[in-house]
């Protein structure tokens, strides 16, 4: 019995797929063309695909006998669920273990973004630093800001903890009101009362494009926008002029489209703070997701029940 894994994983979870007798053949990286990853299902029982691989149904039809795709994250949005549940495969995810490092992910773009550090390390790299000035690279006081967290999930949660020990005011929105210390708000009063507005809900439907030009222009002027959730609950395009003028910056690990190509006029904007979706990259972090995701598939293919079922 085969199992595909997309990219090399840190840590020695795979090592325990060998053990249990599976033939396990890992793709080292970088991205699958698409016709290799339809070649590599082939004969495959068990998937262990990363945020980047399109698992789809042409994919799931090439891979027949395919029993469970244990995803390496904890968004699911690039697999078909309805056609995995169609064809009676089981679909996992990682959740939990990767909460606190990307909420710490968020906080650090937060900070970036608000006190102007990228901007000044290229000007301090570019040799401009020839004298301390009252005014250079000024940027916002977190203490007393309002924070915004659409998506109030484990992240989000995990966000507002850490803010409180900055000083801030925390307010949320999500579907539905939780029994926690923060305000409710409707979406569009959480925009125009909101400093910081940050994103923690999955890419859905219902959450492609939340942040509309609209939405966008109805933030508070001189607020900052963070995304380390998904880069499609943004306009990219209606950004890119937001951040000319109305908002003073944002903090975006994911983008749309992703990866950000190089000249992107995002790249261009200094109140832009770009990372390559590092959100859960801590190295222990990353090895529990491999632990994780290995769990799942060993449940599936053993004839237990997935500890982290999505489908
Ligand atoms: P979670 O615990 O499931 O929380 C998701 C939250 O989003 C919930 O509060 C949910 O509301 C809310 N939500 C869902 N649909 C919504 C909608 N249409 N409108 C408003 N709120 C909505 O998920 P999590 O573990 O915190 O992860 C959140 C997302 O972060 C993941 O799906 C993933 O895409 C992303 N992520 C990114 C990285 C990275 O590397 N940058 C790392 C980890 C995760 P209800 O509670 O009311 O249902």
């Known amino acids: 019995m085969r199992v595909f894994v997309t990219r090399s994983l840190p840590g020695e979870a795979l090592n325990r797929l060998k053990e249990r007798g599976l033939e396990v053949e890992v793709h080292p990286g970088p991205l699958l063309p698409r016709e290799e990853l339809l070649r590599k299902v082939e004969g495959v029982v068990g998937l262990i695909p990363t945020v980047e691989d399109r698992i789809d149904a042409p994919v799931m039809d090439r891979a027949k006998d395919l029993k469970v795709i244990a995803c390496y994250s904890v968004g699911v949005d ?3 669920l309805e056609a995995a549940k169609a064809r009676g495969i089981r679909v996992t995810h ?24 990228v901007e000044g390390v290229d000007y301090a790299k570019a040799g401009l630093w020839k004298a301390w000035h009252p005014e250079l690279l000024l940027g916002l006081d977190l203490e007393g800001l309002t924070l915004g967290l659409i998506g109030m999930g484990r992240i989000g949660q995990a966000v507002a903890q850490r803010a409180l020990a900055f000083g801030m005011r925390v307010v949320y929105h999500a579907r539905t009101p939780k029994p926690l210390p923060y305000p409710f708000l409707p979406l569009e009063d959480l925009l125009q009362e909101a400093d910081i ?21 109805a933030m508070k002027r001189g607020a900052i926008l963070l995304n380390t959730a998904r880069g499609p ?4 395009e209606a950004l890119v002029e ?21 000249g992107h006029p995002l790249y261009a904007l200094p109140n832009a703070v770009i990372t390559p979706h590092l959100g859960s990259a801590g190295r222990r972090t990353r090895e529990r997701m491999a632990e994780v995701a290995v769990e799942n598939l060993l449940a599936v293919l053993e004839g237990r029940e997935p500890k982290n079922p999505v489908v």
């Open 233 to 236: 609950l943004v306009d990219t």
């Open 94 to 117: 990682t959740p939990g273990v990767l909460t606190e490092a990307t909420a710490d992910f968020t906080l650090a773009l937060l900070l970036a973004v608000a006190r102007r550090v």
């Open 242 to 262: 937001a951040l000319k003028g109305h908002l003073f910056g944002a903090g975006l690990d994911v983008t749309d489209p992703e990866p950000l190509p190089p």
């Open 78 to 80: 690039h697999v078909d």
């Open 197 to 217: 507005v940050s994103l923690h809900t999955p890419l859905t439907p219902e959450t492609h494009r939340l942040l509309n030009r609209k939405r966008l222009f």
